[in-house]
């Protein structure tokens, strides 16, 4: 069965949430395992959304924090896919903060997130190709590529 591909557009995925007092440390900073909660969250549904079938989370490739994000601000998660395998999803998800007095924004975090499409058997199914249609798109494709061939190469020495 041959699945009919999608562009990265049709599963792109942005979140947004007011950080509120209960999401952070004593300093007013919101705690990284916020982040990285909502972070999934966004991946999962975008990768659900082009898989169009259930999909879990196999990896966190990485997961930087640049600035911190402080009570008060609204943070916002971008995920969109980089690169799509047989059944394997790579979803970049980049984080922003917004002072709501001032309008600045800030790239806060970024992330890459490995999520693999369940059947309805509950084992790894196949998904649609990825069309990448703007340099970035092509970019972020090639570069997933890489991510991915290290991590199979990481996985077969584990081995």
């Given at each position: ?39 999934d969250e966004a991946g999962a ?115």
């Amino acid at each position: 069965m041959t699945l009919k591909p999608k562009r990265v557009r049709d599963s792109c995925v942005e979140l947004g949430q007011l950080v509120q007092l209960s999401d952070t440390n004593p300093m007013g900073y919101i705690h990284g395992g916020v982040v990285m909660r909502m972070v999934d969250e966004a991946g999962a549904i975008a990768a659900t959304k082009h898989a169009g079938r259930p999909a879990v989370t196999v990896a966190i490739d990485s997961m930087s924090f640049y600035s911190p994000v402080q009570v008060g601000n609204l943070i916002t998660f971008k995920a969109s896919l980089n690169y799509v395998g047989r059944t394997s999803m790579e979803v970049g998800i980049r984080v922003e903060a917004e002072d709501l007095l001032t309008g600045e924004i800030i790239h806060t975090s970024t992330a890459y997130c490995v999520y693999v499409a369940l059947g309805i058997d509950g084992k790894p199914a196949p998904v649609p190709p990825l069309v990448p249609e703007t340099d970035d798109e092509k970019r972020r494709w090639e570069a997933g590529k890489r991510r991915q061939e290290l991590r199979l190469q990481e996985r077969h020495s584990e081995q």
